[in-house]
């Protein structure tokens, strides 16, 4: 009688674990939009250093995080997560844009490899991406840029902002739609340093051709003038 009794209870037991496995909701996952890219024709374009992005460490963590009313962050009700690192996605989504703006295939994700000679190095630091239900999204940064030297060339802060309509999946639109922007900001602040430096040098003058000398004006040879006058000697 016993193992005739324990059967069932074994069968009871999966049955509700089985119930409340069935009954719980996956938590929903996010990724970062890249948006409308083209991957560039060209393969002899500028060379771009992308330096790793720096991101707050409030930002380094899978919760997708909301930015309440008395302005703390808090973990989304449902659980919201990003689907892999977020620094991994952003520098991806910067990589995808500043190729297609500046139109190179030569954009590398620092640290570059030995004898890669970047004509631009850009540092970029994200110190704000969030937003709440009730709260638009907002992305605070700074990049400075370099030569291949190292040699400073400009440096900026940002901050930029996106409505959205409440839900999480439109404040990560928002957010993605920030990023956009601010590789649109970086491209613009690179491309005059990089036409300058792939601007083909002017030629060297070429010395004047000097004409060949005419040769001088000849002079007609005195001809003795006939006249039809006769002289008469006596």
């Known amino acids: 009688m016993k193992n005739l009794l324990r059967v069932p209870t074994v069968l009871l037991l999966a049955s509700i674990g089985l119930t409340g496995c069935t009954g719980l ?35 380094q963590r899978d919760a997708l995080l909301q930015r309440l009313a008395d302005g703390s962050l808090a973990a989304d009700d449902q659980q919201a997560r990003w689907a892999g690192s977020l620094k991994g996605d952003i520098e991806q989504l910067l990589l995808r844009q500043l190729a297609w703006r500046l139109d190179t295939q030569s954009l590398v994700l620092g640290p570059a490899e030995e004898g890669f000679a970047a004509e631009v190095q850009i540092e970029l630091s994200i110190s704000r991406l969030d937003s709440g239900p009730q709260y638009p999204a907002v992305l605070e940064a700074q990049w400075r840029l370099r030569d291949k030297a190292g040699k400073h060339l400009g440096t900026r802060l940002v901050r930029l902002q996106e409505e959205h309509q409440g839900t999480a999946t439109d404040q990560v639109r928002a957010q993605s739609q920030l990023l956009q922007r601010l590789s649109e900001m970086l491209a613009q602040a690179v491309e005059p340093t990089l036409v300058a430096k792939m601007a083909p040098k002017p030629a060297p003058a070429k010395p004047p051709v000097k004409s060949a000398e005419a040769p001088a004006p000849r002079i007609p040879a005195a001809e003795p003038i006939r006249t039809d006058m006769e002289v008469f000697r006596f």
């Open 25 to 59: 909701k996956p938590a929903p996952m996010y990724r970062l939009d890249s948006g409308t890219t083209e991957v560039p024709e060209r393969t002899d374009g500028a060379s771009v250093l992308l330096a790793p992005v720096a991101l707050a460490d409030y930002l």
